[in-house]
Nanobody, 117 residues
Framework: VQLQASGGGLVQPGGSLRLSCAAS????????MGWYRQAPGKQRDLVAT???????NYADSVKGRFTISIDIGANTVFLQMNSLKPGDTAIYYC????????????WGQGTLVTVSS
């Protein structure tokens, strides 16, 4: 499946952004979607995941601030980011785990989020 991420940009601390990730086909073949991020000089880390059944998981650093959701009809997963901090600055990648795969097997191109005053 091909993934197209969008919605990144420059935002001030305390602000909000919503990232979108559109999949090239319907979610019935996808068991899980996720968002990861990679800050300069650091490894890629998990931000949030959501299963086809709607179960969610968040990194401790974003709990209570970020929300992952799915619009099944639009084949799109969202990441609503509130109360953004400079430490949230990173390239955000969406990922999909398709049926038959134990790990995320498809990745989007990334969208840059910069939190700065």
């Amino acid at each position: 499946v091909q993934l197209q991420a969008s919605g990144g940009g420059l935002v001030q601390p305390g602000g909000s952004l919503r990232l979108s990730c559109a999949a090239s086909r319907r979610f019935f073949s996808i068991n899980e979607m996720g968002w990861y991020r990679q800050a300069p000089g650091k490894q890629r880390d998990l931000v949030a995941t959501i299963t086809s059944g709607g179960s969610t998981n968040y990194a401790d650093s974003v709990k209570g601030r970020f929300t992952i959701s799915i619009d099944i009809g639009a084949n799109t997963v969202f990441l609503q980011m509130n109360s953004l901090k400079p430490g949230d600055t990173a390239i955000y990648y969406c990922a999909a785990r398709e049926t038959g795969y134990a790990l995320f097997n498809s990745w989007g191109q990334g969208t840059l989020v910069t939190v700065s005053s």
